[in-house]
C-alpha cells in the first residue's frame, strides 16, 4: 500500500463557512456604525454598565477618552536625559464617564551604563 505523502492528497471536509463572523474592522467606523454604538451605549448606561458604556463610545470614536501626554511627565523627561528610550506599551484608563483618563504603560530598557546615568539624573534634579 502506497503511503500518502501530499497535502494536497489528504481529504477534507467542505465546511460551510458562511455562518463565520469576521472581525470588526475598527479602522472603517462609520456614521451608521456610530448610530448604531450610541444606541447599545444608552441601552447599557441604563443598566448600570456606564463603564462599558464609555469603553463602547470610546472605541466607536464618539467620546474619545483623553490621554495623559507621556512626554510631559517627569519621569519620561529624566530618561530622555539620560539617553533612555520610553516605550509606551499602551494604555491603562482609570475612572469612569467624564472622569476617564488614559494613562500610559511603559518600559524602558537600556544597558547598567545607562541606568546609573539615569539614577544620577535623577538624583541630581532634586
Known sequence: ?????????IPVEDNNTAD???????????TDHQSAAKEIAEWLSSLGF???SQELLSRFKIN???????EESEFYKLANNAGIFVASQGNLVEGVGKEA???PLVAISGDIRQMDKFIEVIK???
Do not use: C, R, T, W
Open 1 to 9: 500500500m502506497e503511503e500518502n505523502n501530499h497535502i494536497n492528497d
Open 20 to 30: 463565520v463572523i469576521p472581525s470588526f474592522d475598527f479602522g472603517s467606523i462609520n
Open 50 to 52: 456606564e463603564d462599558v
Open 64 to 70: 474619545p477618552i483623553p490621554a495623559y501626554n507621556l
Open 101 to 103: 483618563m488614559q494613562y
Open 124 to 126: 541630581k534634579s532634586k
